[in-house]
Nanobody, 123 residues
Framework: QVQLVESGRGLVQAGGSLRLSCAGPERPTKMYHIGWFRQSPGKEREFVAAISKSSIIKHYSDSVKGRFTISRDAPRNTVHLDMNSLDPEDTGIYYC????????????????WGQGTQVTVSS
């Protein structure tokens, strides 16, 4: 298991931007695929974005593609999610998760999860 700590929660106006961060151990023993997922009231948890162990592969859901950017700060073992042109539909609890196995965007394939951070986008 690996411990993940999320930061960057906040309230932002529609059209604005927000950065979320997912920090792993300072001295990681191995690399992980990192995914971001979100969940809003009454809806199932959905995939948002993911970055591969090597950071070469980046994948986004259709709803956020072109607006969100995922990146990895390797020296700090931290993954960022930069969210732009935010819409009230982006409101929800955002979770980062780690997967040490095969590349996947399914939440069931991610074994370790952060505590979640609230993102609220006002109209």
């Amino acid at each position: 298991q690996v411990q993940l700590v999320e930061s960057g929660r906040g309230l932002v106006q529609a059209g604005g931007s927000l950065r979320l961060s997912c920090a792993g151990p300072e001295r990681p023993t191995k690399m992980y695929h990192i995914g971001w997922f979100r969940q809003s009231p009454g809806k199932e948890r959905e995939f948002v974005a993911a970055i591969s162990k090597s950071s070469i592969i980046k994948h986004y859901s259709d709803s956020v593609k072109g607006r969100f950017t995922i990146s990895r700060d390797a020296p700090r073992n931290t993954v960022h999610l930069d969210m732009n042109s935010l819409d009230p539909e982006d409101t929800g609890i955002y979770y980062c998760a780690a997967n040490s196995a095969a590349w996947s965007t399914s939440p069931t394939d991610f074994a370790d999860w952060g505590q979640g951070t609230q993102v609220t986008v006002s109209s």
